[in-house]
């Protein structure tokens, strides 16, 4: 049996719940993220299918070309306005969640830090975690 994730936003207008296990958790210190984070980069815990979300509430979305050119789509609460997920329109069956929303966010644990090239010195991540320089191969994350 799959763990299951429960999160949202802040003022809890949207919710999720994801049964599921996640396959990717990555923190991405691109600009985008950056300056969707309001900090020096994102984290995000990436999930397979979408069958597996139950989604409660209507979220806002805007698009965004990524440097790698991949379209994503992100969700916020229209009420208080935190970030609660990511899609991508490419790979409709993919599900990433923003790591601050979920309610247990100790068990986001990041395997890999993307767009390193981008970090900024007063946000440093886990020297001990890899890192790439910009995306790797076949990574949903960012």
């Known amino acids: 049996m ?9 003022c809890g207008a949207v919710r999720y719940e994801i049964q599921d296990e996640p396959f990717e958790m990555a923190d991405c210190q691109c600009r985008q993220c950056q300056r ?25 979305e805007w698009e965004v070309t990524g440097d790698g050119g991949t379209v994503k ?4 609460c229209g009420v208080c306005g935190s970030p609660v997920y990511l899609t991508i329109p490419a790979a409709p069956d993919l599900f990433i969640v923003h790591a601050a929303s979920l309610d247990d966010p100790g068990s986001y644990r990041p395997q890999h830090v993307l767009y390193r090239s981008s970090a ?10 890899p890192a790439h320089d910009r995306m790797p191969p076949r990574t949903a994350a960012g």
């Open 73 to 76: 789509r992100h969700a916020f």
């Open 120 to 129: 900024q010195p007063w946000d440093p991540v886990d020297p001990k975690v």
């Open 36 to 60: 969707r984070s309001g900090t020096g980069h994102g984290s995000y815990m990436s999930f397979p299918s979408r069958t597996a979300v139950k989604l409660t509430g209507t979220a806002r």
């Open 2 to 10: 799959a763990k299951i994730f429960t999160g949202g936003c802040s």
